[in-house]
């Protein structure tokens, strides 16, 4: 449990002691929150006893009377507002001194307590106020971490970019230099590599697109009655001439139509991306099979193959964003490294759930549980 530091500034040391006494064994719990949050109390009589003690030890809290000896508690909020902006502040006021509170508030107080004030009343103020401190750092939490995620994210694709079409600029003038003679044919390496190149560039950009719609809070899911099978026979179709360019034999195992109500887009990105990786990272004469099960609570997708496999610690890492395993076996093959963080994200959607068993040179077989 983390304490919470709460400091009472008022010139009537009966507040102060009720106030310790209120929330010396009080604790307040949500259950966003990541542990119980507690109070540690100290008190301050005047506003220029707070303000040095805010200027040692910052407090979370502030509970500041508004009418003091010395300096007035709109001095001291005044302080905070300039010097401790983290500071949440709230003012004790009397009833007969509730306009200045309602002023006070709009000068930066988070809210006020009327006096005298009964223990549930300011038991139910705290409350209130921690819900606000936790919420307030985790927000700027979010958007610090949001803003590193959105750097790392343009550096990467950056540098994915700017690598293949720094190649591809590389070959053309080879090319435009007739550096390897006045032949066509002597060029057919380079214009093999740059159609590579291109095509990489392609699939980084329909990731992207992909990912762009998934996290986009504008768009609009077209649920419908999806069959499964024709999804997946569609998915099978489309990679199949990299199959037979690979001699990867691909077999579909499906007893009858599977329907699911689903956004098919969302399905389509699910099947291709597991089938499509099954056959780029399989063996020469390999095989993938694709399996689908349904029972009285949900739909099983499972893609098996026999490729290159991983070892535990690349599994760990592969549904992070432009993750690619990186090895001896893989330094050949082109990817965006979004394709599987895209689908645990479509998965995640639907509260279903993906696991995957491999093992290195013996195959992955992904297994996507979807929940009706």
């Known amino acids: 449990m983390r304490n ?12 102060c002691s009720g106030v310790k006494r209120i929330l010396g064994k009080f604790t307040v719990s949500y259950p966003f929150m990541d542990e119980d949050r507690g109070f540690d109390v100290y008190e301050a009589y005047t506003g220029e006893d707070a303000i040095e003690s805010i200027k040692g030890d910052p407090p979370d809290i502030v509970l500041l009377d508004n009418k003091l000896p010395g300096i007035q508690g709109t001095d001291v909020l005044d302080y905070i507002n300039k010097n401790h902006r983290d500071i949440v502040v709230m003012i004790i006021t009397s009833y007969a001194s509730l306009e200045l509170a309602v002023k006070a508030t709009e000068k930066g107080a988070y809210d006020f307590i009327p006096k005298p004030f009964t223990p549930q009343e300011l038991k139910s103020s705290m409350e209130k106020v921690t819900k606000h401190l936790f919420l307030k750092v985790m ?7 949001g803003k590193e995620v959105r750097f790392q994210f343009l550096s990467v694709l950056s540098h994915e970019l700017k690598s293949p079409l720094n190649a591809v600029e590389g070959y053309l003038k080879i090319m435009q230099e007739r550096q390897a003679g006045e032949n066509i044919s002597d060029y057919d390496q380079i214009i093999e590599r740059s159609l590579q190149r291109i095509n990489g560039m392609r699939t980084l950009i329909m990731d992207l697109l992909d990912l762009t719609k998934i996290q986009s809070d504008e768009k609009e899911k077209q649920f419908e009655n999806v069959n499964l099978l024709d999804i997946t026979n ?3 179709e489309t990679v199949s001439p990299y199959a037979i360019q690979k001699d990867v034999k691909i077999n579909l195992h499906a007893k009858d139509d599977i329907n699911f109500y689903a956004d098919p887009n969302d399905m389509e990105i699910v099947l291709n991306n597991l089938i499509s990786n099954a056959v780029k990272y399989n063996y020469k004469a390999g095989k993938v099979d694709v399996y689908l099960e349904k029972d009285a609570e949900q ?4 893609v098996s193959d026999t490729g290159i496999g991983m070892n535990q610690e690349e599994t760990s890492k592969l549904f992070n964003e432009f993750v690619r395993i990186k090895n001896e076996k893989t330094k050949n093959i082109t ?38």
């Open 335 to 372: 990817g965006s490294g979004l394709g599987l963080s895209i689908v645990k994200k479509v998965i995640d959607i639907y509260d279903g759930d993906i696991q995957i068993d491999s093992e290195p040179d013996k195959g992955s077989t992904f297994t996507v549980t979807l929940p009706f």
């Open 299 to 302: 739909i099983t997708i499972k």
């Open 139 to 145: 927000t700027k939490r979010l958007n610090k971490e």
């Open 4 to 15: 919470l530091k709460v400091l009472v500034v008022d010139d009537e040391p009966g507040i």
């Open 234 to 236: 569609n998915a099978i």
